[in-house]
Nanobody, 113 residues
Framework: QVQLVESGGGSVQPGGSLRLSCAAS????????MGWYRQAPGKERELVAM???????NYADSVKGRFTISRDNAKNTLYLHMNSLKPEDTAVYYC???????WGRGTQVTVSS
């Protein structure tokens, strides 16, 4: 059974920071690549960042240098540290097993003045 629960979203001003968390099911988390995705109103869902079981990472150009994806395999938890937030980052953020088409409810991030 796949379970993903995102948390940590909220409203911040431009330039602010947030840390998102994703509590994942334990049967395969430690060996699977995980990703953070986001979907803004009127736009398609897009991949923001991914991390392999060994810690290798990749980022969308739009967030490179501002966001950091990490994982704690012992806690079955995925994180996304977001710095220097921009209004364009406003979206619902989702975590996901890279190879499994299952989505949680997501967590809302709103960046505005």
């Amino acid at each position: 059974q796949v379970q993903l629960v995102e948390s940590g979203g909220g409203s911040v001003q431009p330039g602010g920071s947030l840390r998102l968390s994703c509590a994942a099911s334990g049967s395969m988390f430690s060996v699977d690549t995980m990703g953070w995705y986001r979907q803004a109103p009127g736009k398609e869902r897009e991949l923001v960042a991914m991390i392999t079981s060994g810690g290798s990472t990749n980022y969308a150009d739009s967030v490179k240098g501002r966001f950091t994806i990490s994982r704690d395999n012992a806690k079955n938890t995925l994180y996304l540290h977001m710095n220097s937030l921009k209004p364009e980052d406003t979206a619902v953020y989702y975590c996901k097993y890279f190879r499994i088409p299952y989505w949680g409810r997501g967590t809302q991030v709103t960046v505005s003045s």
